[in-house]
Structure formats: structure tokens, C-alpha cells
């Protein structure tokens, strides 16, 4: 492997074609591979966040009557195409796109509320009791510019309501994210920042007076806004470089603009926020960067660093089905950052409970006894306890040291005397105090010593309702 790195390196200096210096960014100083830029590995105590996180969201879907949906991980590219929008930085600059063996263009998702769409249409879902309620845990993936975070392949949870048009269910689903955020812990670190950005006909015409508005002052708007003013020139109210929020400031407003009905569902929701003592902050810049949405738009901003450090946000899509191909059907949204909330949680120090120590660590010394050890970490494991076996060839001294570092409470030693006699000494690790127990009383005597309240049991039919 080294000598692989090294002549990549080798080739670099040389000049060869830039596939050289990509194959070099594939290996570390040391020459070992390691990941791409922009993606991480979810390590075992990251993975202790993700379980509890799932284990939350999933307990409060299942109050609230959703139910889970995957979608592939990848669609045709046409679907977030025409779902996104052209005009949208996630289409134009952020999709890992590719083609398959038949030349047909697929992309990995970079979000889910089109896949979830698309499902709905294709498994007639519209035959089912309405409104669908639809909840997703899922990887994304978005070519973006790595940074606090922001990565490429990211997690997402989020939530649809498909196929009811109803400013309840608009505030339902904010309480639904607020009631997750307190069960985390994070709920005090964030405001809900609301908004309604009317119907499609409305917002073209919006759309007009702000493009009049910025002819012009082009020269006064940064590189990705000067790309926007003629794509997608909402875009452009939200930019948080200082010269374009200055611009956006003195921009028309768009409340100016709504529709009669849209301000009306706007004023209702938030009647229900207020009934239910959701507080939120009205900011009519707030737009969000997907074409799909209309009406209702929320996102969840840091109260310190705001926009720069959101955790999720969503709105209503009522046009989205029926623009893939569906009947008109109104829906509405949210999508959370997985990676953003463990950073939120280790920020307040909140740590998440684990059921991965261990119960008991089993020593041995000799064949004879690591034969009989098999037999008995199975049981122990069958009878609760979370069990692991040092099965090498180290001293009893190694593989105690090796139970102290998995701060095993108690462990079992199994020696030629124990197998000749058929007992096992368990030793209590904390108080360096041991006692010899006949073989087949040992897990009794350990599910006594760790309680059975403390015992890692199931069966499949409850691990359905756990």
C-alpha cells in the first residue's frame, strides 16, 4: 500500500494528467487510504447519539400515528429535477449525479420529501385514509463545501403530511419537532423562524418586482447572488453576505404581494402556535431553497449564531404531486440534521443513555477450558448478561488487565482445576473479592449479583414494540 501511495506521488511530481493528484487524495501521509473529503465515519460513541435520537423520534411517530418510509438512495435524476427546481443551488451545483450502465442519468438523493412524493404517486397512497403520515431516517448526499456542520453524505429525519390542506396540521408538526427537541434536551438553544411565501402565482409575480428591483445593483451582489438573480432570485432575500442582506433589507416586501387566501392560512397557523404557547419570530426574508414549497415555511435557527447554525426547517408543498404526475394533493413537510443535533447535544454536555458496557468478561487458561467457556458465554448472553470471551492465548494477568480496560464489573475465570471440578471463579472487579461457583450456577449467580432489572433480554416479538 505504501509503495502504491508512493508511486501516486511519484506521478504527481511529474506532471501526469490530475488523476494523479486525485488518487493521491485518497491516501493519508503514511500511505494507508482514508475517506474522501466531505464524509466521516459514524464511530461506535456517535452511534450511541444516533440510536437515541432514532429511539425518540421514533416513540413520538408512533403517538402522532406516522408511520416509517425508505426511499432508494438514489432516483432518477429527472425527479429531483423537476421537484427542486433548475434554478436551485442543490440541482445546479450540489448533486452527485452519474449514469448507469444504460446511460440513464440517476442521482443519490440530496433530500427526501421528492423520493416520499414519488412513492406516494407510484404505490397509490392516495387510496389510503387521509392525510399520509410518513416519517424517514435516512443518509443524503449533497456536493457542498464542507464545514461546521455541513457535510457530504449527512443524515437526515424528517416528516410528511400528505393529503390534508389544514393550518392545524402545519402547527401539529412544529409542536412534533419542539417535542423532539426538548426530549433531546436542545429545545432552549433554538428559535422557530416562520414564514409564508404564498402560492406559486403569487410568488412569480413577487418574483417580477424583485427582479425589477435588482437591475441594476448587480455589482453590489456576491457570486452565488449574481447566479441567483436570474435562477431563483428568492434566493437572494436570504443571503446572509453583508452587502446582499443590506440589498434585501430595502427590498420589496413580499407580504406585499400574497395572496388573499395564503395570508389568511398564515394568520390561522399562527393562532395555533399561539393556542398551543409556541413562540416564533415572523421574518419575511425567509424563503427556504427549494421551488416545491408554498404557503407555510419554518426553520429552527440557532438563537446565537441563527441561519449559520439551523438545525432543520420545512414548509408546505401543495403543488408537488400533482407536478410529478400525481392529483392535486396538498402536503407539508420537515426535514432535521442529524449531525447538527449531536453537536447541539454534546455542546449542552448531554449525554446519551448506553446499553453497551458490559456485564462480564470471561478468562481462561488451556483447551479444556476454552471449551467449556464457549458453552458458557453463551449461556450467560441467552440469560441476559452482556458477556464477552478473551478466547486468545494470554495469561490470566493479560486478559484480567483486558477486562479492567472494558471496565467489565465482573469476570469469570475458567483453569485446568475449574475444569477438572466443573466450577468457575467470578471475581467482582471493582472490590478484588472472588468466589468459586459450581458451572452451571454460574449465570444464576451472575443475574443475581447484576439485578434483573439491569439484564439485556427479548425476544423478537418485543423488540417490535421496544
Known amino acids: 500500500m505504501e509503495e502504491f501511495a508512493r508511486k501516486a506521488r511519484s506521478r504527481q511530481k511529474l506532471g501526469n494528467p490530475p488523476t494523479a493528484g486525485r488518487l493521491e487524495e485518497s491516501f493519508s501521509k503514511s500511505g494507508s487510504f482514508q475517506t474522501p473529503k466531505g464524509v466521516h465515519d459514524i464511530l461506535p460513541a456517535d452511534h450511541e447519539y444516533h440510536t437515541f435520537i432514532k429511539k425518540v ?80 431516517f ?68 413577487y418574483m417580477s418586482v424583485l427582479e425589477d428591483y435588482y437591475a441594476g445593483k448587480e455589482r453590489s451582489l456576491c ?12 434566493r437572494l432575500l436570504d443571503c446572509k453576505e453583508e452587502d446582499c442582506r443590506i440589498l434585501s433589507e430595502l427590498a420589496p416586501a413580499m407580504r406585499d404581494y400574497l395572496d388573499q387566501e395564503s395570508i389568511e392560512f398564515h394568520e390561522e397557523l399562527k393562532e395555533y402556535l399561539d393556542e398551543i404557547g409556541i413562540s416564533y419570530v415572523e421574518n419575511p426574508k425567509l424563503v427556504r431553497g427549494l421551488d416545491y414549497y408554498t404557503k407555510t415555511v419554518f ?7 441563527g441561519a449559520q447554525n439551523a438545525v432543520g426547517g420545512g414548509g408546505r408543498y401543495d403543488g408537488l404531486i400533482e407536478l410529478l404526475g400525481g392529483h392535486a394533493t396538498p402536503a407539508v413537510g420537515y426535514a432535521g440534521g442529524i449531525e447538527r443535533l449531536i453537536a447541539n447535544m454534546k455542546r449542552e454536555k448531554i449525554r446519551v443513555p448506553s446499553k453497551d458496557e458490559l456485564h462480564v468478561f470471561v478468562a481462561q ?28 492465548k494470554g495469561s490470566v494477568n493479560i486478559q484480567l488487565r483486558l477486562a479492567d480496560k472494558f471496565n467489565a464489573p465482573y469476570t469469570v475465570l475458567i483453569g485446568l482445576t475449574e475444569v477438572r471440578e466443573g466450577t468457575a471463579i467470578i471475581r467482582d472487579m471493582k472490590k478484588g473479592i472472588q468466589e468459586h461457583v459450581k458451572m452451571e450456577k454460574v449465570p444464576e449467580r451472575l443475574v443475581k449479583l447484576i439485578g434483573e432489572k439491569n439484564l439485556d433480554k427479548y425476544s423478537p416479538g418485543e423488540l417490535l414494540y421496544s
Open 57 to 136: 423520534i421514533r416513540h413520538r411517530c408512533r403517538q402522532a400515528g406516522f408511520r416509517r418510509i425508505s426511499t432508494p438512495i438514489f432516483e432518477f435524476t429527472e425527479l429531483f429535477k423537476r421537484s427542486i427546481g433548475d434554478g436551485s443551488d442543490i440541482v445546479s451545483k450540489e448533486m452527485y449525479t452519474f449514469e448507469d450502465k444504460k446511460g440513464r442519468s440517476l442521482t443519490l438523493k440530496p433530500e427526501s420529501t421528492a423520493g416520499v412524493a414519488r412513492s406516494y404517486i407510484q404505490n397509490n397512497m392516495q387510496a389510503l385514509p387521509q392525510p399520509v403520515l410518513l416519517y424517514y
Open 223 to 234: 457570486e452565488n447572488c449574481k447566479e441567483r438573480l436570474h435562477k431563483n432570485v428568492l
Open 299 to 305: 426553520e429552527f435557527w440557532d438563537k446565537e449564531e
Open 138 to 205: 435516512e443518509p443524503h448526499f449533497r456536493y457542498d463545501r464542507p464545514q461546521k456542520g455541513r457535510y457530504r453524505q449527512f443524515w437526515q429525519f424528517g416528516f410528511e403530511i400528505i393529503g390534508e390542506n389544514d393550518p392545524a396540521l402545519d402547527a401539529q408538526l412544529i409542536q412534533l419537532v419542539r417535542k423532539i427537541h426538548e426530549d433531546l434536551g436542545i429545545d432552549g438553544l433554538f428559535s422557530l423562524q416562520l414564514n409564508t411565501i404564498g402560492t406559486p402565482e403569487a410568488r412569480k409575480n
Open 365 to 392: 487458561l488451556g483447551k479444556e477450558a476454552k471449551k467449556k467457556c464457549l458453552k458458557l458465554i453463551d449461556d450467560l448472553r441467552e440469560a441476559g448478561l452482556k458477556t464477552m470471551g478473551a478466547l486468545g
